[in-house]
T-cell receptor
């Protein structure tokens, strides 16, 4: 079954404590992307990756890092989380026909 | 800067009725316009999409109408059912090399019996 998995699904942490949200896809897609979803703002792109070792900033990259060492994995790293990063995060894997397959989401709360 | 404006924010429709959600965009470089459906606790899933070379696309009860000159597109759900209750996002993508979707702010649709 084609899918995008994210872990953890829920996370409560404190300001400044580094965390990583993992994302993995089994569709062999080259493009992957991270979005955050906030009420009234829709989904906004954080970072994207066109292939292994190729990443670039989206619209709201401040405070985030990513890496793409393998095609299937695209982790999102928050080196020093702050309360304004409390949000719902989605990883997406993009097919050659433009369909974006979203993961189930990670709800992050930073206290 | 919001490049895709979506309305209404919420919509209540009776079962069997027609649900209509509208979006307007600003960037004429957009070349792909999908609609995503999101149920509570789930990620968005592609519902239907259109490219600007056609004015309408229909898949079952779902239709996208596209007006290139007005830079508007809309989703019509015919014979709306309670199972259609979800949040709907319009989006647009340009040929910028980053596969970024610019999303509207979402419409929460509720179908009442």
């Amino acid at each position: 079954e084609a899918q995008v998995t994210q872990n953890p699904r829920y996370l409560i942490t404190v300001t400044g404590k580094k965390l990583t949200v993992t994302c993995s896809q089994n569709m062999n897609h080259e493009y992957m992307s991270w979005y955050r979803q906030d009420p009234g703002l829709g989904l906004r792109q954080i970072y994207y990756s066109m292939n292994v070792e190729v990443t670039d900033k989206g619209d709201v990259p401040e405070g985030y890092k990513v890496s793409r060492k393998e095609k299937r994995n695209f982790p999102l790293i928050l080196e020093s989380p702050s309360p304004n990063q409390t949000s719902l995060y989605f990883c997406a894997s993009i097919s050659p026909t433009d369909t974006q397959y979203f993961g189930p989401g990670t709800r992050l709360t930073v206290l | 800067q919001q490049q895709v404006k979506q309305s209404p924010q919420s919509l209540i429709v009776q079962k069997g009725g027609i649900s209509i959600i509208n979006c307007a965009y600003e960037n004429t470089a957009f070349d792909y316009f999908p609609w995503y459906q999101q149920f509570p606790g789930k990620g968005p899933a592609l519902l239907i999409a259109i490219r600007p070379d056609v004015s309408e696309k229909k898949e079952g009860r779902f239709t996208i109408s596209f007006n290139k000159s007005a830079k508007q597109f809309s989703l019509h759900i015919m014979d709306s059912q309670p199972g259609d209750s979800a949040t709907y996002f319009c989006a647009a993508r340009g040929n910028f090399g980053n596969e970024k979707l610019t999303f509207g702010t979402g419409t929460r649709l509720t179908i009442i019996p």
